[in-house]
């Protein structure tokens, strides 16, 4: 589970809407969170799946987490796992991949700014 900056965020990041099951066409979903790249993003409500990279939060202001999506590629790749082609990994699609890396990082001394 990864912890958010504040409670808001948590509520807004972490909301699902029994009536809308695609979070963008929940006129009520703000915040767009992908845990596998550690990203958040404001909704674009158009009709579509857009939404646009914050990097401050929009309640108590504080940084938010730089994107992990070139990691996620880089991590995958070293594997030899194409996404475009092959299945991806269930820990590549829920954030699981970040706690690992955190944790090989803090093994081996070298801390992980940012994970949580």
Do not use: N, Q
């Not at 958040?40 to 409500?45: A, M, P």
């Not at 475009?84 to 699609?93: A, I, K, L, N």
């Amino acid at each position: 589970m990864i912890e958010h900056c504040c409670a808001d965020m948590a509520r807004e990041a972490d909301l699902r809407c029994e009536a809308h099951p695609d979070a963008f066409a929940c006129p009520d979903t703000l915040i767009r969170f992908e845990p596998k790249f550690l990203e958040y993003g404001l909704v674009v409500h158009d009709g579509g799946s857009a939404s646009r990279e914050i990097r401050f939060c929009p309640w108590c202001g504080a940084a938010l987490p730089p994107s992990r999506r070139d990691r996620w590629f880089e991590a995958l790749e070293a594997r030899g796992i194409d996404p475009w082609e092959d299945d991806v990994p269930p820990e590549f699609e829920d954030g699981r991949w970040l706690r690992e890396e955190a944790a090989a990082r803090t093994t081996a001394g070298e801390g992980a700014p940012g994970a949580r």
